[in-house]
């Protein structure tokens, strides 16, 4: 593979199916089953996914799509209805406003500039467990930390994916 198209790894379009197919997996991450000390931390996969997509593909994947999918996580988790689709929908404009400003950076840079997104998710999600349950867990918030902190296993993962599939096109 040459490095013009090494660095238009960005440029390189992602299909319907491929998407889909790559929030239906951090759907089904964020189904394992966690307990104990690892409840505090753990990630929130489809938000970090949504956010993925919406920075590195605005046009495909927006506030809709963010609703819809914040829909089945409410289905698959039985929390509150509306409560992922409200956050995912948040988390998502914030993604679609920033993600040319996003794509400036480097990979270590991006986490810097994903995270207040994601903060911003789990402060919806407590504010929703605040009406509701009357206290927050401010424990709670590490996850968004955890999160953030899988946004580069993700984006090379992803460019990985991608790259070898725009070489399989090369042939």
Do not use: K
Request: charge should be neutral; proline fraction near 4%.
């Amino acid at each position: 593979m040459n490095d013009w198209l090494r660095d238009q790894e960005y440029t390189l379009p992602a299909s319907a199916w491929f998407i889909g197919l790559t929030l239906f997996c951090a759907l089904a991450l964020s189904w394992l089953p966690w307990s104990g000390g690892l409840l505090v931390l753990r990630p929130d996969f489809t938000a970090l996914m949504l956010l993925y997509w919406c920075t590195h593909r605005p046009n495909q994947v927006g506030l809709g799509v963010s609703w819809l999918v914040g829909i089945l996580a409410d289905v698959a988790d039985a929390s509150m209805f509306g409560q992922h689709a409200l956050a995912y929908t948040v988390l998502a404009f914030g993604g679609i406003l920033m993600h040319r400003r996003i794509q400036l950076f480097d990979l270590r840079q991006q986490i810097l500039q994903a995270f207040p997104l994601l903060l911003l998710s789990y402060l919806i999600y407590a504010g929703v467990h605040w009406q509701v349950r009357g206290y927050v867990a401010w424990s709670y918030f590490i996850g968004s930390a955890t999160t953030a902190a899988l946004w580069i296993p993700l984006a090379l993962l992803l460019q990985a994916v991608r790259q070898h599939r725009a070489s399989d096109d090369e042939l």
